[in-house]
């Protein structure tokens, strides 16, 4: 029997909970994930990359669940002790266990392996099930244009303004720095070639999925994929975290309507809304199918069903 071969798009955890789900849904499958590096950062000479850990540790067992990242049963001493000295910046939570895999990834990158190979590298010990590449091996670092009160007028890496400001400041705009001259990350484009289908977890539409979709080829290769895409937007809310302040930047509403006319008929071929958002399905969206389910990832069963809605709408658009 052919085997299916699956495609995701991934931020951190609106991406690694859905992929949960979706191993239960299809184990069989072949899964391939493209993850967000916009959201990679050097902090205390390492370098750490919170969208890709996210998957990795969620699905290999590791992750803290009630927190969404970083992992389970941690501990802050080195934090601790650096912020003896007076280092910072104390706004980023990095605990002694999650130290270690920077660590790791910090003298791979440093020895020549590039991001892709350090995180084969890293997913040796995980086994999360899928396979996990960064979109790009290239430096792609998401800034944010800010008005400062202070400051006035600047640009602050994403991790500044979503973690430290948690998003308080309005986004004057959202940049992928980087990312017009990145190449996608060696395995990326075959796999979506290859693939049966294209998903979209309900990842951040801004700084996660469009990210990736920055990266000079992705864009193109996915279009022309049978896509599927999964709201993060449930009556005109996020679920969890700050995206209204994300698509508000870009200037789109934060609807699941109008996230989907966003992504447009060109890249997506179906459209999974929740069922508060109903009247989105009954209407419509210019060249999109759209089906109304229940999109709360709240346990397993619950993301099981999600995914494989996701599949099933694409089986049969495809
Ligand atoms: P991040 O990188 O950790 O911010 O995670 P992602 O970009 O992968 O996902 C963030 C998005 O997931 C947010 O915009 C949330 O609205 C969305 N999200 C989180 N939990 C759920 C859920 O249970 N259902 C749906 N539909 N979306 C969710
Ligand atoms: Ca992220």
Known sequence: MHCMKIVTLAGGIG?????????????EAEITVIGNTGDDISLFGLRVCPDLDTVMYTLG?????EQGWGRAGETFTVKEEL??????????????????????????????????????ALCDRWKPGVRL??????QVETHVVVDDPEHGRRAIHFQEWWVRTRAALPAVSIAAVGADDAKPAPGVLE????????????SNPVVSIGTILAVPGIREAVAAK???????????????????ACLTAI????SARAVAAHYGAGLLDGWLVDEADAAVA????????????PLLMSDPDATAAIARAALDLAGELS
């Open 15 to 27: 991406g690694a909970r859905f992929l949960r789900g979706l191993l239960r849904a299809e184990p």
């Open 61 to 65: 067992g590791g992750i803290n669940e």
């Open 83 to 120: 912020l003896a000295y007076g280092v910072g910046p104390s706004w980023f939570g990095l605990g002694d266990r999650d130290f270690a895999t920077h660590i790791v990834r910090t003298q791979m990158l440093e020895a020549g392996y590039p991001l892709s190979a350090v995180t084969a």
């Open 133 to 138: 590449i960064p979109m790009t091996d290239d």
């Open 191 to 202: 796999a979506v070639e290859e693939a049966d289908a294209v998903l979209f977890p309900p």
């Open 226 to 244: 049978t896509v599927v895409g999964v709201s993060p937007i449930i009556g005109d809310a996020p679920v969890r975290g700050m995206a209204d």
């Open 251 to 254: 200037g789109v509403e934060t």
């Open 282 to 293: 009954a209407t419509g969206v210019d060249g999109i199918e759209v089906r109304s389910r």
